[in-house]
T-cell receptor
Framework: GQQLNQSPQSMFIQEGEDVSMNCTSS?????WLWYKQEPGEGPVLLIA?????ELTSNGRLTAQFGITRKDSFLNISASIPSDVGIYFC????????????FGDGTTLTVKP | GAVVSQHPSWVICKSGTSVKIECRSL??????MFWYRQFPKQSLMLMAT?????????EQGVEKDKFLINHASLTLSTLTVTSAHPEDSSFYIC??????????FGSGTRLTVV
């Protein structure tokens, strides 16, 4: 089956620093999604990407859909303590239906 | 925004009993919902696709007789863990799509089987 390789597995950063994480796949996805999950909660959608090459921002978050459709990255600028959580990438073959394949997550810790 | 309400948020049950988890789409109709299982510090593993008015589609390795899924209406899908055992203890999460891209997740159910 399809697999997503998400890196890094974890990050420990100082408040104010920028963060970058990425996902790569051996196969093509037509939609890339980035979620954040906090302890004991379900994932919350941060950014959705629908076109190869697309660069989308949501506040301090920026994500890009790789040209090859096999990768995506998420950047967080000027991190704050509430950015702490697990960030998951997910790929979908279909844009508005169908199941998602999730990466293994990046655990972010922000030190004040 | 689209909201998926999942209940209960946590449940402790005795080994051998059955537990039902509900997911309701509060402000949209969901012909399809997805059920995931998540172990501590691991990613979400898709268990099954719940289809309104028809049988669920289970992922390889997931026992359909153990994890019963019912999607009787466009706003309600249920997952019943039958004859639960300690190894079934996990975090179960559902998701549905309001029709836009991406999915809305429920808040999850922490199941502990003792």
């Amino acid at each position: 089956g399809q697999q997503l390789n998400q890196s890094p597995q974890s990050m420990f950063i100082q408040e104010g620093e920028d963060v970058s994480m990425n996902c790569t796949s051996s196969s093509i996805f037509n939609t890339w999604l980035w979620y954040k999950q906090e302890p004991g909660e379900g994932p919350v959608l941060l950014i959705a990407l629908y076109k190869a090459g697309e660069l989308t921002s949501n506040g301090r978050l920026t994500a890009q859909f790789g040209i090859t459709r096999k990768d995506s990255f998420l950047n967080i600028s000027a991190s704050i303590p509430s950015d702490v959580g697990i960030y998951f990438c997910a790929g979908q073959l279909s844009a508005n239906a169908g199941k998602s394949t999730f990466g293994d997550g990046t655990t972010l810790t922000v030190k004040p | 925004g689209a909201v998926v309400s999942q209940h209960p948020s946590w449940v402790i049950c005795k080994s051998g009993t059955s537990v039902k988890i509900e997911c309701r789409s509060l402000d949209f109709q969901a012909t399809t919902m997805f059920w995931y299982r998540q172990f501590p510090k691991q990613s979400l593993m898709l268990m099954a696709t719940s289809n309104e008015g028809s049988k669920a589609t289970y992922e390889q390795g997931v026992e359909k007789d153990k994890f019963l899924i019912n999607h009787a209406s466009l706003t309600l899908s249920t997952l019943t863990v039958t004859s639960a055992h300690p190894e079934d203890s996990s975090f179960y999460i559902c998701s549905g799509s309001p029709g836009d891209y991406g999915y809305t997740f429920g808040s999850g159910t922490r199941l502990t089987v003792v």
